[in-house]
């Protein structure tokens, strides 16, 4: 079975840390550029990062730059974020997703898993 598992997630506090994973199972990651976008509660879906299939290119929304960072392990078949001075606002369910493109627009994903919550509060 062809899909991608989230894990991860859970409740830090403001300022803290969190990295998050992507496994792939029933195909090989290494030949899909990866990424990750978010959704809070009533709000639009959110880009978050992308990286290539090399993992020498990354992508980052404006919002999570220079806090976030985004690996891969393609001997692994996972990918990682790493989110590091986490802010309330950084609370949403986080999904693995393949990158169609690098715009990190909303509809840059396809072929997402069934995500990781991720809530900042004190």
């Known amino acids: 079975q062809v899909q991608l598992v989230e894990s991860g997630g859970g409740l830090v506090q403001p300022g803290g840390s969190l990295r998050i994973s992507c496994a792939a199972s029933?195909?090989?990651?290494?030949?899909?550029?990866i990424g990750w976008f978010r959704q809070a509660p009533g709000k639009e879906r959110e880009g978050v990062s992308c990286?290539?299939?090399?993992?020498?290119?990354?992508y980052y929304a404006d919002s999570v730059k220079g806090r976030f960072t985004i690996s891969r392990d393609n001997a692994k078949n996972t990918v990682y974020l790493q989110m590091n001075s986490l802010k309330p606002e950084d609370t949403a369910v986080y999904y693995c997703?393949?990158?169609?493109?690098?715009?990190?627009?909303?509809?840059?994903?396809?072929?997402w898993g069934q995500g990781t919550q991720v809530t900042v509060s004190s």
């Open positions: 029933g195909f090989t990651l290494n030949y899909y550029a």
């Open positions: 997703a393949h990158c169609i493109n690098y715009g990190l627009g909303r509809y840059d994903y396809d072929y």
């Open positions: 990286i290539s299939t090399s993992g020498g290119h990354t």
